[in-house]
């Protein structure tokens, strides 16, 4: 923002509108971003240096903070794919014993239909 917005103290605010107009002509005019930056510098105690302190402890704070938040993404991340790895290692020796087991059963199937058919035929003939 860098209107500039006329300065009316308290004792301007009561005046008519001929005089807030004639007085607000000659008042100094005080930039929006001087304003709000000359408030954050004497925040804390007046000099100025505590808001700088204080902003780079935030920084500090926050990138500290970060800096945690993302080891612990790296470390939640890597369980993950290590639980990944150990569930697809488990359907996979599922997935084997499964299709071991329909071999076998496709095999005894086999062997069945043709005991059947044996049976069917020694039938016909007696």
């Known amino acids: 923002m860098s209107s500039s917005v006329p300065f009316i103290s308290a004792e301007h605010t009561s005046c008519n509108k001929d005089e807030a107009e004639s007085t607000s002509k000659d008042l100094p005019t005080v930039s929006a971003e001087a304003s709000t930056s000359s408030a954050k510098a004497n925040h804390s105690d007046g000099s100025g240096a505590g808001a700088v302190l204080d902003n780079s402890n935030n920084n500090n704070d926050e990138m500290g903070k970060r800096k945690t938040r993302l080891e612990q993404n790296r470390i939640s991340a890597r369980e993950s794919r290590k639980r990944k790895k150990v569930m697809i290692e488990e359907l996979q020796r599922s997935v084997q014993l499964l299709n071991n087991e329909n071999r076998l059963l496709n095999q005894q199937n086999q062997l ?10 020694r039938r016909r003939f007696m």
């Open 112 to 121: 069945l239909r043709h005991q059947l058919i044996q049976l069917q035929v």
